[in-house]
């Protein structure tokens, strides 16, 4: 069976503090919401991301990554104050990236993004991962060049952002092939054209729950991939990219028997 790294997927456990951002507050998705949507998808491990509703709230994502259990790593969100202490406990729980918001309520200037990335590398080797529209990165992407490892989600977006996103992904940006239903381009096109750039950079993500999206995610998508980047281009994109980027040396994703 085809074993795919789900590397963008939310929790939403009304159990942990959810703030309305924008008004919004997202629909319970407990992980064994989670579990039961992927069970036929072929998930054997994949990477929790916090979102803008969770703020710093970090019992949530432990909570759920005790239950997921092997395979699966946690991606955070946290304030510029915080301690190296609390960063290396978090990193012994199995956070391994650190995410910047930049389109619902991005707060931190660039200055500081690029301050709390570094730090956060040096000290655990996480990466960062942004989620931002690239048609609104001219001021950003200087910065995105300088940082050690970093992702940006969805596909970038927008279709105004593309040839950015192209030229980011040239220089070792991954992007998540994530989201097909918030973006205003030819996903498949998509996919080619920044597999072409560097096969490394595509990692697959579900999404889910898919909040705020237009439309959700639909195992269409996933058929995507694999029709338009063939068996090889999709083993990479559903897997070992996303493995290889989210692995540390004293334990990497690999395959797990999801609990339930």
């Known amino acids: 069976m085809r074993k795919i790294f789900d590397a963008h997927f939310h929790i939403i456990d009304p ?6 951002n924008a008004g919004f507050v997202p629909e319970p998705f407990g992980v ?15 990477a929790v991301v916090s979102g803008s509703f969770q703020r710093f709230d970090q019992g949530y994502l432990l909570a759920a990554l005790e239950r997921l259990g092997p395979g699966f790593v946690g991606v955070t969100q946290l304030p510029a104050t915080v301690s190296e202490r609390a960063i290396k406990r978090l990193d012994a729980r199995g956070i391994r990236g650190l995410r910047f918001n930049l389109r619902r309520g991005g707060s931190m200037s660039l200055r500081t993004v690029e301050s709390l990335a570094a730090r956060v590398h040096d000290l655990v080797g996480w990466h960062s991962e942004v989620y931002a529209d690239t048609g609104d990165l001219s001021d950003l992407e200087p910065l995105l060049r300088r940082l050690s490892v970093v992702s940006i989600d969805h ?5 105004r952002g593309l040839p950015r996103l192209l030229r980011l992904v040239e220089q070792g940006v991954r992007v998540k092939a994530s989201g097909f239903g918030r973006v205003d381009f030819d996903v498949g096109d998509a ?3 920044i597999h072409r750039s560097n096969p490394r950079a595509l990692m ?4 889910l729950p898919s909040t705020r999206a237009p439309r959700p995610f639909l195992n269409a998508d996933l058929s995507l991939v694999i029709d338009v980047l063939g068996e090889e281009g999709a083993r990479l994109v559903l897997w070992e990219n996303a ?4 692995s540390k040396e004293r334990g990497s994703p690999g395959q797990a028997t999801i609990r339930r």
């Open 15 to 20: 159990n942990f503090p959810l703030w309305a």
């Open 32 to 46: 064994g919401d989670y579990l039961d949507r992927a069970a036929s998808l072929g998930v054997v491990g994949g």
């Open 155 to 159: 596909l970038g977006l927008s279709k």
């Open 191 to 193: 996919l080619l054209a």
């Open 204 to 207: 697959f993500g579900t999404d």
């Open 243 to 246: 493995s290889d980027f989210y």
